[in-house]
């Protein structure tokens, strides 16, 4: 499965989290430790951008993930971390590199 992710980009600080970079319709996006190369978190939507604000909590994010620790995850370790995204044709594009992720078995929290 061919993948056109972008480059990096630093995990944003709590304070500036809205300013987060991607596809702002679907896509996927994946988020790793620099200093140790983890996955840590993927996922996808059809509003690829606004998911991922969502892995902060409120009040710096919109906060609607389910899991909390996700989010206090992300909250702890956002210096740690950086994040790369690739924009879909659909939903349906974006769902199945998502499942194509989790098939990998190498992150730290799935979807």
Not at 89 to 99: C, F, H, L, Y
Not at 101 to 107: D, E, F, I, P, V
Request: with cysteine.
């Amino acid at each position: 499965m061919k993948i056109e992710w972008t480059d990096w980009r630093p995990m944003p600080s709590p304070d500036n989290c809205k300013e987060i970079i991607g596809p702002d319709g679907p896509g996927v996006y994946q988020i790793r430790n620099k200093n140790t190369d983890e996955f840590i978190q993927f996922g996808e939507s059809k509003t690829c951008q606004y998911r991922m604000k969502s892995l902060y909590p409120k009040p710096f994010g919109i906060g609607t993930r389910n899991n909390e620790s996700k989010r206090l995850y992300i909250l702890n370790n956002w210096k740690f971390l950086e994040y790369r995204t690739a924009k879909t044709n659909s939903k349906e594009d974006a769902v199945k590199i998502d499942r194509y992720l989790k098939s990998l078995n190498n992150h730290k929290f799935n979807t």
